[in-house]
């Protein structure tokens, strides 16, 4: 099972950018589709993007279309989210899991621990 590690979360005024990363060190990690899940106080947790193995496929939720990028580098194990012109409604915390199936996770997927985004207004 995969045991994924997120990174680069922080306090970003709006407007402005975090790349978050999430690896595996398990070489697995490189045929899987990886998502991205975000969770607000008080909301349910929601997709936010995801890819595929070859990194040729994406797919974003409608809120954050033409600001965020997925993307994968499968020599680090590694797959990333560019955030760019954040608004304060993206702040939350924001997980990695995989492998998923479409959009949600399957059941033998995993959940990183988390990191926190928070755009101040």
């Known amino acids: 099972q995969v045991q994924l590690v997120e990174s680069g979360g922080g306090l970003v005024q709006a407007g402005g950018s975090l790349r978050l990363s999430c690896a595996d060190s398990?070489?697995?990690?490189?045929?899987?589709?990886v998502g991205w899940f975000r969770q607000a106080p008080g909301k349910e947790r929601e997709f936010v993007a995801s890819?595929?193995?070859?990194?040729?496929?994406?797919y974003y939720a409608d809120s954050v279309k033409g600001r965020f990028t997925i993307s994968r580098d499968n020599a680090k194990n590694t797959v990333y989210l560019q955030m760019i012109s954040l608004k304060p409604e993206d702040t939350a915390v924001y997980y990695c899991?995989?492998?998923?199936?479409?959009?949600?996770?399957?059941?033998?997927?995993?959940w990183g621990q988390g990191t926190q985004v928070t755009v101040s207004s």
């Open positions: 398990k070489p697995t990690f490189a045929a899987y589709t």
């Open positions: 890819i595929n193995w070859t990194g040729g496929r994406t």
């Open positions: 899991a995989a492998p998923l199936q479409g959009t949600v996770v399957a059941g033998t997927g995993a």
